[in-house]
């Protein structure tokens, strides 16, 4: 060490350093001449070597178990040391006229970082202000790496501590220019680094550095930044000095590896220290202070925002404001859910908790300090001075709280990665006094911290959650400790669940609003996602739940965007890009934007896959051009691949497949992917008129889970026809007979087979205006309708397949072995005889020809024919492609029900997926 060090300031009290009792030490004394002390050279073996210090005097003490040694050095490099002054009738200066700041490492990182912090110090209107000030980014963790080389012996650790050096050289010289403040810096950064190397020289030949030791070590970036920042203010200036916190701020350390302030001492510290420097801006170094018996300390990760709240209690100040590089404090993590929004206001208990639960802006112990005196806390962003930032108050809700943040009852989300739930249980817990406790004591014996405890009130098991890492080490010492009971039976496992997270919901509304867990967990649930423990306090201020790490990001997402804190999110897989699949994307393209802005619904099209080719993208297709992109940028179709594609971003939570194929290979994929959490959209037949066991599977599959599978476009297009007939069924109405003309194609047909026109120039005419498939036989055949009269009759509880329906086709005998669709139209008119006679038999009876299928539930029928109606009746007065289903009911008897409307076409079919995909969205937690 340096005879002098900026640290070791007059008047400032001695600060001891511990030292590993089995080996020697090489201590350098001065900038002249350097210092090497053996203690066997002292009489001491190296067991008995324990401590040394520096004195007020500037000497360095060696201390034995035997005697006790003082080397002193040079006069000339001795400071003298300050007459203290009479303290006893000072008053602290306090109240509303002090502020006070801290700014994070990310805030100091350069110099023109630096500059730009003096800069909004300068500009506080505050009369007094403390100002906080982190190390520059990565300098603490530079020290730690240091400290870690040496304890390695790795000779690196020089160069190490000289890229220290030579980034705070290098930033002051920038920063201050020529000058005696640059000057004064840098003597006492190259005192405080030849200290270092000698005490890291220590530590390289121990091999190891107590933690007094290590503290010492690691607050120098503090000292070092602070420094920098009061000149930097001065140049600016603005009278101001800086504070080593070690001089003032006295901390007892506990059990639990934290620092409890000690407020009696520090006030009297703090008393003295502004007797002797009376300015209105103080820079104060965080991180860093003293224990009561003058050992230097740190205040552990992020202690610069304890430290901040510390002085805010100790001077009462009007407010803290913490400065830092984000807006606020936000409702999730933006890094796992990037449609977060800035909370404008929390209350101290909500920020606590979310602190707690991860949210990394705040140390979770600053608020304590500040909540006794109400002093406010405002977390704002050095980078976007025009960001208001957060403010947390006793009070969590401030009369201009943004809508969005304010109707949520759930302010934020927060979540712990890597814990592992042990599930200790048997029924030898149950009524036992001092069981818990045992588990308990074992756990704390361990060392291991306990994230959350979960207990069912018949005692028959406890689970609580701790860090991965200490799993194996807990389940080990409670085994040992319930080895009796184990053997014996009365505790029948300790298990351990690897690989867990735990998702915290915070809001202090929570507690005088109902329904907050059931649609927590109804979120989740939606979502496909298991739920592993529960915990929640009386208090409600939080509802805390283990889910598996692998759901972790997608649970936080899912319940994010329940609580309309951010978009309903959907990946959706496109399978067909044909002609109703190209309708759809082009449909989807077109109200992307207002279904984001108006009605909080982002759907975003992963994968687009067609019977040769796919287009697969991370963050969503850009549907402008999505053909173009699929001829460049497609890759060779792999249905599997595409769905794992679907699946693989966890952070969006809902994944869904859209079927606009007519493939039953696709088909048969359904159960599968209802078992992998995918809901299913389809406007293909082939699923519901398939075998029958084959679809009754699927409907329970998917009462069993919150997998939805939407198929309303398979009957009616764009008609509402399995919703009405759900309505009247789950209403309790009784159906009868359900009766329709289900094909658009067919009904077009019909409706113009009037006056001298043949049914074959009309089937041809059809063909041509895009109403039929490419073979008008795949229509005339009765098979599409066949199926649909299926679906329906399944949907009322009929347990038909198809070839239970008989179906009249309209294609003539002759003709349906033809291989051509285009010889199937040149040999039709050969057949008009027959149909042209069916039209005049029911023209002379004053009636229609219609093509309907018949669900006839009284007598658990089914049928597809051509069939004669008055032309008064609902049927006859169709037109164009228009479809009519009629509802015959124990309340629609007299009259049926109809629902009546286009039922052919591109548009209104892929107008029907895209219903049903929004009605998923509004499933999933949408506003509807």
Request: glycine letters at 6%; charged letters at 20%.
């Given at each position: 060490?340096?005879?002098?060090?900026?640290?070791?300031?007059?008047?400032?009290?001695?600060?001891?350093?511990?030292?590993?009792?089995?080996?020697?030490?090489?201590?350098?004394?001065?900038?002249?001449?350097?210092?090497?002390?053996?203690?066997?050279?002292?009489?001491?073996?190296?067991?008995?070597?324990?401590?040394?210090?520096?004195?007020?005097?500037?000497?360095?003490?060696?201390?034995?178990?035997?005697?006790?040694?003082?080397?002193?050095?040079?006069?000339?490099?001795?400071?003298?040391?300050?007459?203290?002054?009479?303290?006893?009738?000072?008053?602290?200066?306090?109240?509303?006229?002090?502020?006070?700041?801290?700014?994070?490492?990310?805030?100091?990182?350069?110099?023109?970082?630096?500059?730009?912090?003096?800069?909004?110090?300068?500009?506080?209107?505050?009369?007094?202000?403390?100002?906080?000030?982190?190390?520059?980014?990565?300098?603490?963790?530079?020290?730690?790496?240091?400290?870690?080389?040496?304890?390695?012996?790795?000779?690196?650790?020089?160069?190490?501590?000289?890229?220290?050096?030579?980034?705070?050289?290098?930033?002051?010289?920038?920063?201050?220019?020529?000058?005696?403040?640059?000057?004064?810096?840098?003597?006492?950064?190259?005192?405080?680094?030849?200290?270092?190397?000698?005490?890291?020289?220590?530590?390289?030949?121990?091999?190891?550095?107590?933690?007094?030791?290590?503290?010492?070590?690691?607050?120098?970036?503090?000292?070092?930044?602070?420094?920098?920042?009061?000149?930097?203010?001065?140049?600016?200036?603005?009278?101001?000095?800086?504070?080593?916190?070690?001089?003032?701020?006295?901390?007892?350390?506990?059990?639990?590896?934290?620092?409890?302030?000690?407020?009696?001492?520090?006030?009297?510290?703090?008393?003295?220290?502004?007797?002797?420097?009376?300015?209105?801006?103080?820079?104060?170094?965080?991180?860093?202070?003293?224990?009561?018996?003058?050992?230097?300390?740190?205040?552990?990760?992020?202690?610069?925002?304890?430290?901040?709240?510390?002085?805010?209690?100790?001077?009462?100040?009007?407010?803290?404001?913490?400065?830092?590089?984000?807006?606020?404090?936000?409702?999730?993590?933006?890094?796992?859910?990037?449609?977060?929004?800035?909370?404008?206001?929390?209350?101290?208990?909500?920020?606590?908790?979310?602190?707690?639960?991860?949210?990394?802006?705040?140390?979770?112990?600053?608020?304590?300090?500040?909540?006794?005196?109400?002093?406010?806390?405002?977390?704002?962003?050095?980078?976007?001075?025009?960001?208001?930032?957060?403010?947390?108050?006793?009070?969590?809700?401030?009369?201009?709280?943004?809508?969005?943040?304010?109707?949520?009852?759930?302010?934020?989300?927060?979540?712990?990665?890597?814990?592992?739930?042990?599930?200790?249980?048997?029924?030898?817990?149950?009524?036992?006094?001092?069981?818990?406790?045992?588990?308990?004591?074992?756990?704390?014996?361990?060392?291991?911290?306990?994230?959350?405890?979960?207990?069912?009130?018949?005692?028959?098991?406890?689970?609580?959650?701790?860090?991965?890492?200490?799993?194996?080490?807990?389940?080990?010492?409670?085994?040992?400790?319930?080895?009796?009971?184990?053997?014996?039976?009365?505790?029948?496992?300790?298990?351990?669940?690897?690989?867990?997270?735990?998702?915290?919901?915070?809001?202090?509304r929570m507690a005088s609003t109902p329904g907050v867990s059931a649609t927590l967990f109804n979120a989740l649930a939606k979502a496909n996602i298991n739920v592993r423990a529960i915990a929640q306090g009386c208090s409600e201020y939080n509802v805390t739940i283990v889910v598996n790490c692998e759901d972790s990001v997608k649970a936080l997402k899912a319940v994010h965007s329940r609580f309309?804190?951010?978009?309903?999110?959907?990946?959706?897989?496109?399978?067909?890009?044909?002609?109703?699949?190209?309708?759809?994307?082009?449909?989807?393209?077109?109200?992307?934007?207002?279904?984001?802005?108006?009605?909080?619904?982002?759907?975003?099209?992963?994968?687009?896959?067609?019977?040769?080719?796919?287009?697969?993208?991370?963050?969503?297709?850009?549907?402008?051009?999505?053909?173009?992109?699929?001829?460049?940028?497609?890759?060779?179709?792999?249905?599997?691949?595409?769905?794992?594609?679907?699946?693989?971003?966890?952070?969006?939570?809902?994944?869904?497949?859209?079927?606009?194929?007519?493939?039953?290979?696709?088909?048969?994929?359904?159960?599968?992917?209802?078992?992998?959490g995918i809901h299913l959209i389809t406007p293909n037949k082939k699923a519901n008129s398939g075998p029958l066991d084959q679809y009754l599977q699927l409907r329970a599959l998917q009462r069993q889970s919150y997998t939805h599978y939407f198929y309303e476009a398979t009957v009616g297009a764009g008609l509402p026809i399995i919703s009405t007939l759900r309505g009247l069924l789950e209403t309790?109405?009784?159906?009868?007979?359900?009766?329709?003309?289900?094909?658009?194609?067919?009904?077009?047909?019909?409706?113009?087979?009037?006056?001298?026109?043949?049914?074959?120039?009309?089937?041809?005419?059809?063909?041509?205006?895009?109403?039929?498939?490419?073979?008008?036989?795949?229509?005339?055949?009765?098979?599409?309708?066949?199926?649909?009269?299926?679906?329906?009759?399944?949907?009322?509880?009929?347990?038909?397949?198809?070839?239970?329906?008989?179906?009249?086709?309209?294609?003539?005998?002759?003709?349906?072995?033809?291989?051509?669709?285009?010889?199937?139209?040149?040999?039709?008119?050969?057949?008009?005889?027959?149909?042209?006679?069916?039209?005049?038999?029911?023209?002379?009876?004053?009636?229609?020809?219609?093509?309907?299928?018949?669900?006839?539930?009284?007598?658990?029928?089914?049928?597809?024919?051509?069939?004669?109606?008055?032309?008064?009746?609902?049927?006859?007065?169709?037109?164009?492609?228009?479809?009519?289903?009629?509802?015959?009911?124990?309340?629609?008897?007299?009259?049926?029900?109809?629902?009546?409307?286009?039922?052919?076409?591109?548009?209104?079919?892929?107008?029907?997926?895209?219903?049903?995909?929004?009605?998923?969205?509004?499933?999933?937690?949408?506003?509807?």
């Amino acid at each position: 060490m340096a005879a002098t060090s900026s640290p070791l300031l007059p008047g400032s009290p001695p600060y001891a350093l511990h030292l590993h009792t089995e080996a020697a030490a090489a201590v350098a004394a001065s900038q002249s001449q350097k210092l090497c002390v053996n203690p066997h050279s002292l009489g001491a073996t190296p067991s008995s070597f324990q401590s040394l210090c520096w004195n007020k005097s500037r000497s360095l003490g060696f201390k034995t178990r035997a005697n006790k040694y003082t080397l002193k050095f040079d006069a000339a490099l001795a400071d003298s040391v300050a007459q203290e002054k009479d303290t006893a009738n000072l008053v602290l200066p306090k109240g509303e006229t002090w502020s006070v700041h801290k700014f994070g490492g990310t805030c100091v990182g350069t110099w023109e970082r630096i500059w730009n912090v003096s800069g909004i110090i300068v500009d506080d209107p505050s009369s007094q202000k403390i100002v906080v000030v982190s190390a520059m980014s990565k300098v603490t963790d530079m020290l730690y790496s240091l400290l870690d080389k040496a304890k390695r012996r790795e000779d690196s650790y020089r160069d190490a501590l000289n890229l220290v050096y030579e980034k705070h050289k290098e930033t002051a010289s920038i920063l201050l220019g020529e000058g005696l403040d640059l000057d004064t810096f840098l003597k006492n950064l190259k005192d405080d680094v030849q200290n270092l190397n000698s005490m890291l020289r220590a530590i390289y030949i121990a091999r190891h550095a107590t933690e007094s030791f290590s503290d010492f070590v690691v607050g120098h970036g503090e000292l070092w930044s602070a420094q920098m920042l009061a000149a930097a203010v001065r140049k600016r200036g603005m009278p101001c000095t800086w504070m080593d916190a070690r001089e003032v701020l006295v901390v007892n350390p506990s059990d639990s590896n934290q620092a409890d302030p000690d407020f009696g001492a520090s006030r009297e510290k703090l008393l003295k220290w502004c007797s002797q420097n009376q300015v209105d801006t103080i820079i104060a170094t965080g991180f860093i202070a003293s224990t009561s018996e003058n050992v230097p300390i740190t205040l552990k990760r992020d202690g610069s925002d304890f430290s901040a709240a510390i002085f805010a209690a100790l001077f009462k100040s009007c407010e803290v404001t913490i400065w830092t590089d984000v807006d606020g404090v936000y409702s999730a993590d933006p890094k796992k859910v990037g449609e977060t929004v800035v909370l404008s206001t929390l209350s101290y208990q909500e920020a606590w908790e979310m602190s707690y639960f991860g949210a990394n802006v705040l140390h979770p112990r600053t608020i304590i300090p500040v909540m006794q005196y109400n002093i406010p806390i405002t977390i704002r962003n050095a980078f976007n001075l025009s960001a208001p930032g957060t403010k947390i108050c006793s009070v969590g809700l401030e009369p201009d709280e943004p809508r969005a943040a304010a109707d949520s009852v759930v302010k934020g989300f927060a979540t712990i990665d890597n814990v592992a739930l042990i599930n200790v249980e048997g029924t030898g817990m149950a009524g036992v006094p001092g069981t818990a406790s045992a588990i308990f004591e074992t756990v704390k014996e361990v060392g291991a911290n306990v994230v959350m405890i979960s207990q069912a009130s018949s005692e028959h098991s406890i689970c609580f959650a701790v860090p991965q890492k200490e799993a194996k080490a807990v389940a080990q010492a409670l085994k040992y400790k319930f080895q009796q009971a184990l053997e014996a039976g009365r505790l029948s496992q300790v298990q351990v669940v690897s690989n867990c997270s735990i998702l915290a919901a915070v809001g202090q509304r929570m507690a005088s609003t109902p329904g907050v867990s059931a649609t927590l967990f109804n979120a989740l649930a939606k979502a496909n996602i298991n739920v592993r423990a529960i915990a929640q306090g009386c208090s409600e201020y939080n509802v805390t739940i283990v889910v598996n790490c692998e759901d972790s990001v997608k649970a936080l997402k899912a319940v994010h965007s329940r609580f309309y804190l951010s978009k309903t999110t959907l990946s959706v897989g496109i399978v067909g890009p044909g002609l109703i699949g190209g309708t759809l994307l082009e449909q989807l393209k077109n109200q992307a934007a207002i279904l984001r802005e108006k009605f909080n619904i982002d759907l975003r099209v992963m994968g687009i896959l067609g019977s040769k080719r796919m287009l697969l993208d991370g963050f969503g297709i850009d549907l402008s051009q999505w053909k173009q992109l699929l001829m460049e940028k497609g890759e060779p179709a792999d249905i599997e691949a595409f769905v794992e594609h679907l699946q693989a971003n966890h952070s969006i939570p809902n994944t869904a497949i859209v079927d606009c194929t007519s493939s039953e290979e696709v088909a048969h994929k359904y159960l599968s992917w209802l078992r992998r959490g995918i809901h299913l959209i389809t406007p293909n037949k082939k699923a519901n008129s398939g075998p029958l066991d084959q679809y009754l599977q699927l409907r329970a599959l998917q009462r069993q889970s919150y997998t939805h599978y939407f198929y309303e476009a398979t009957v009616g297009a764009g008609l509402p026809i399995i919703s009405t007939l759900r309505g009247l069924l789950e209403t309790g109405d009784k159906i009868h007979r359900i009766e329709g003309i289900f094909s658009g194609t067919v009904s077009y047909i019909f409706n113009n087979f009037i006056g001298n026109k043949t049914f074959s120039e009309i089937v041809a005419e059809a063909k041509v205006e895009g109403y039929t498939e490419p073979d008008p036989r795949d229509d005339l055949s009765g098979m599409d309708v066949a199926r649909k009269v299926i679906i329906l009759a399944r949907e009322t509880g009929l347990k038909l397949e198809l070839e239970d329906i008989p179906v009249q086709s309209l294609v003539p005998e002759p003709l349906r072995r033809l291989s051509t669709a285009e010889e199937f139209l040149a040999k039709l008119p050969d057949h008009d005889q027959e149909i042209a006679r069916k039209r005049k038999e029911a023209e002379q009876a004053d009636e229609v020809l219609r093509y309907v299928g018949v669900v006839d539930v009284l007598t658990n029928e089914g049928s597809v024919e051509l069939r004669k109606y008055p032309k008064s009746h609902a049927f006859a007065q169709l037109s164009g492609s228009d479809n009519i289903i009629s509802f015959t009911t124990a309340r629609y008897q007299r009259q049926p029900l109809i629902v009546r409307g286009p039922g052919a076409g591109a548009e209104v079919t892929a107008g029907g997926v895209f219903s049903d995909i929004l009605r998923l969205a509004s499933y999933l937690g949408a506003p509807s």
